[in-house]
Nanobody
Framework: QVQLVESGGGSVQAGGSLRLSCAAS????????MAWFRQAPGKEREGVAS???????SYADSVKSRFTISKDNAKNTLYLQMNSLKPEDTAMYYC?????????????????WGQGTQVIVSS
């Protein structure tokens, strides 16, 4: 059973930066793709960024050039570096994973989810 634990959320002023981490454990294959999603109050969960088992990445248009997804295979940890944060980035951020190759930014493509970490960006 894959387990995902997010950390790194917090409160920051607009224009600031945060780095989210997701510690992964329990997976039985190196062929695993991961992603970050977010959900703001009253809104649907949306895909933010994904990285497949080959290290290729995909981003939502709203975060391109501001966010960077990366993975440290030695530490079994996924990261999301978030720069130039905006108030509209305020949301609960979730880490997700699935076996196999996927760059999709849709919830149904992922089988495993973390509990989330809150990000609040004030203007």
């Amino acid at each position: 059973q894959v387990q995902l634990v997010e950390s790194g959320g917090g409160s920051v002023q607009a224009g600031g930066s945060l780095r989210l981490s997701c510690a992964a454990s329990g997976y039985t294959s190196v062929s695993i793709s991961m992603a970050w999603f977010r959900q703001a109050p009253g809104k649907e969960r949306e895909g933010v960024a994904s990285i497949d088992n080959y290290g290729r990445t995909s981003y939502a248009d709203s975060v391109k050039s501001r966010f960077t997804i990366s993975k440290d295979n030695a530490k079994n940890t996924l990261y999301l570096q978030m720069n130039s944060l905006k108030p509209e980035d305020t949301a609960m951020y979730y880490c997700a994973a699935t076996y196999g190759r996927s760059l999709l930014l849709i919830s149904s493509a992922y089988n495993y989810w973390g509990q989330g970490t809150q990000v609040i960006v004030s203007s």
